[in-house]
């Protein structure tokens, strides 16, 4: 069994809990995911709250990424590969001699 912790569109913007829909939406962050804290001097401001652009909580097919958490494991490993059959060897086959080219020849001329 798998838990979504979260994802990213196509373009890179982060899922966030609570924005109901699909889609982009812009929303006003304080804090969590979507946001650094940071204004565009790089300094930290107390009780800073800047509207960012976020994706919806629901997956639809621009998704690009799902992140997930394992909350029970299978009884098969994951990312492991599964073994590979060697399939029989098909007996060789034996390359046909090519066909020489015809050499054209010229119409022998006529003595008059």
Do not use: H
């Amino acid at each position: 069994e798998f838990e979504i912790t979260g994802g990213s569109d196509f373009a890179g913007f982060p899922m966030k809990k609570g924005v109901k829909g699909f889609g982009r939406k812009k929303v006003l962050l304080s804090k969590g995911v979507g946001f650094s804290g940071k204004t565009r001097w790089k300094k930290k401001k107390k009780g800073l709250r800047v509207k960012k652009t976020v994706c919806g909580e629901t997956i639809y097919p621009k998704i690009t990424q799902i992140n997930l958490k394992i909350l029970k494991e299978g009884s098969e490993a994951l990312g492991e590969e599964a073994p590979k059959e060697e399939a029989p060897k098909a007996e060789e086959k034996k390359e046909a001699p090519k066909p020489e080219p015809k050499k054209e020849e010229k119409p022998a001329e006529e003595k008059k």
